[in-house]
């Protein structure tokens, strides 16, 4: 599948995408304490989703039943709301959310400790989270896919942590996954070349042990092998003429 690169147009559907993601995302960090549900926070996003008239991308996207993504600790994404499911002291969580406004996607990710979490489990997330904006700094026309992988990869490798592999960034517009993925790991190859106006989800999946993964039964919570911590950080980013720019963002409000 090719690459679209984007219109004005276009990029203006997806900045305002990005803004009511945002504010959503606000409203999920408002929510996190211990004794909240995973069920109760989807509900809160999906509400804040349809306030502004937009859709949530998730819901029934390939049968996905919710409009977040909420994983806990072990769980990398795609962890299913259940009522069941009660935010303990001392877990973390990622929250992963995406709007579509008149057409256009925006897609992004946060992890959050739930009440005092241990220096180990608050390192992974800060690192996670500084390794997205490594990836920032290299995402400039010219330069490639590979570029940004290897920032995230470097990184977070020389901090001790590992890179998910089975699961990769990808473009998003009309669609919520286009063309190209973008890795969070190297091997080298460049990949396609950063040109102004394509967007790019950028998701770093960072575990504290081993990179592998596994599905669980639902067939949907991707979970680390080991059962160690994993954290997600994820924007979405248009590649300008200058510097990149964030799009799933809102002023005033903490990325
Ligand atoms: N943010 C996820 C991604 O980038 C989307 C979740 S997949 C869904 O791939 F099926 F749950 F929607
Ligand atoms: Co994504």
């Not at 049968?63 to 009660?86: D, L, Q, T």
């Not at 904006?133 to 977070?156: R, T, W």
């Not at 394509?198 to 669980?216: C, R």
Request: charged share 25%; aromatic share 8%; net charge negative.
């Amino acid at each position: 599948m090719a690459i679209v690169i984007k219109s004005q147009r276009e990029i203006e559907l997806m900045r305002e995408a990005g803004r009511i993601l945002a504010l959503t995302h606000e409203e999920l960090r408002k929510a996190v304490k211990p004794g909240i549900s995973t069920y109760e926070i989807d509900k809160i996003g999906e509400e804040v989703i349809r306030s502004y008239g937009c859709i949530p991308s998730f819901l029934n996207y390939n049968g996905y039943p919710a409009s977040v993504c909420v994983s806990v600790n072990e769980e990398v994404v795609h962890g299913i709301p259940s009522k069941k499911r009660i935010l303990q002291d001392g877990d973390i969580v990622s929250l992963d959310c995406g709007v579509i406004y008149k057409g256009y996607h925006s897609d992004s990710a946060r992890t959050y400790g739930v009440g005092e979490i241990s220096e180990k489990a608050s390192d992974l997330i800060k690192v996670t989270k500084e390794s997205f904006f490594e990836a920032l700094k290299v995402c400039k026309a010219g330069n490639h896919i590979n570029d940004i992988s290897k920032a995230v990869f470097d990184y977070i490798t020389a901090r001790g942590y590992s890179a998910v592999r089975d699961l990769v960034g990808h473009g998003v517009g009309a669609n919520l996954h286009e063309a190209p993925e973008v890795p969070n790991f190297t091997r080298l190859k460049k990949g396609p070349k950063l040109k102004p106006g394509m967007t790019l989800a950028i998701e770093p999946m960072i575990n504290i042990g081993t990179y592998e993964v596994l599905w669980l039964d639902d067939d949907w919570t991707v979970v680390t092998a080991d059962g160690e911590l994993s954290a997600h950080y994820e924007n979405t980013v248009l590649i300008t003429e200058g510097e990149p720019e964030i799009l799933s963002r809102a002023q005033g409000i903490e990325l």
